[in-house]
């Protein structure tokens, strides 16, 4: 398991600076390393179970999140390490698919050229990818800043746009009373972007689906054998189910379902629904019908 690299440090019970790593065996698994810059806003991606769930789906993911940081300039109290000192102290333990959101504490008239460092920085740390947050313009500076991100990022193939504020804009649920920090609904959605966008980027591996659509008839005192199938995800597949099974039928974890059936209920119809998980705790479910013949 991959160590944290930062500590985690409490003040007044809350988290100021940390690295989590939420998947440590994901890069044995070959899973895209992913490192995530965030403020004060992106804490609640690492304080919500759900939010944590579903941002780490299909990558092995670092959050380095914490309150009132800043990009470049000294961050305000309690005084987490900038951006830039956190990708100096991760150095090559940075990973090669970098996603930032960060800018509310940030000074207006100087984060267009702090982020034209921080992605110089981390071009110098090899990353490959960076996706950014735009951020959520309850004010209007944001939206100056907001143009920052985007001018930057259309001059570097590397930089993909990330755009938190439209995806929010019908969304006042999501979050607090400052049209900022996020509720758990708001850290949710949140992840829920991220994620969507890593998947559609190639980073994220898609979560498997049930390929299997239908049963093939059995009938009592014959042999039955059928492997499931499943696509997507990463293997190895653990298979299981719910429902009841005709006595001599048995479902195996592999996904064969075999035996030879020994008689059938009335009707002879049997409701299924099969789950498939895959190596990185990501789950798929499908409803079947199993018809005996008697």
Not at 5 to 14: I, N, T
Not at 125 to 131: P, T
Not at 173 to 198: I, P, R
Request: glycine residues 8%; positive net charge.
């Amino acid at each position: 398991m991959r160590r944290a690299l930062l500590q985690l440090a409490l003040a007044g019970g809350v988290a100021i600076s940390a690295v989590v790593p939420w998947t440590a065996a994901g890069a044995a698994r070959g899973l895209e390393h992913v490192t995530f810059f965030g403020d004060s806003v992106a804490t609640a991606l690492a304080e919500d179970a759900n939010a944590r769930r579903t941002i780490s789906q299909g990558i092995d993911i670092d959050l380095a999140v914490a309150p009132c940081r800043r990009l470049e300039e000294l961050s305000c109290p309690p005084r987490p390490p900038t951006v830039l000192e956190v990708i100096d102290q991760l150095g090559s333990s940075i990973g090669p698919v970098v996603v930032i959101a960060v800018g509310y504490n940030d000074p207006e008239d100087r984060y267009a050229s702090e982020v034209a460092d921080v992605l110089d920085a981390l071009q110098a740390a090899k990353v490959k990818r960076v996706f950014w947050l735009t951020l959520r313009a309850s004010r209007h500076p944001y939206l100056t800043m907001n143009d920052a991100i985007r001018a930057e990022a259309a001059k570097r193939p590397d930089v993909s746009v990330v755009d938190w504020n439209l995806y929010s804009r019908s969304h006042p649920e999501w979050f607090q009373d400052d049209l900022v920090h996020l509720t758990s609904a708001g850290a949710l959605a949140m992840a829920t972007l991220v994620n969507k966008q890593l998947l559609a980027a190639g980073v994220a591996v898609a979560a498997p689906r049930v390929s299997t659509a239908s049963l093939p008839a059995g009938a009592v005192g014959h042999r039955y054998a059928l492997r499931l199938r499943a696509s997507g995800g990463s293997l190895p597949y653990r298979w299981s189910l719910s429902g009841r099974l005709p006595l001599g039928l048995h479902m195996h974890s592999t996904g064969v379902l075999d035996g030879t059936p020994r008689r059938a209920d009335r009707g002879g119809v049997y409701t299924l629904v099969v789950r498939v998980i895959d190596a990185d705790g990501q789950t798929a479910t499908r409803k079947l019908l199993l018809r005996l013949r008697r």
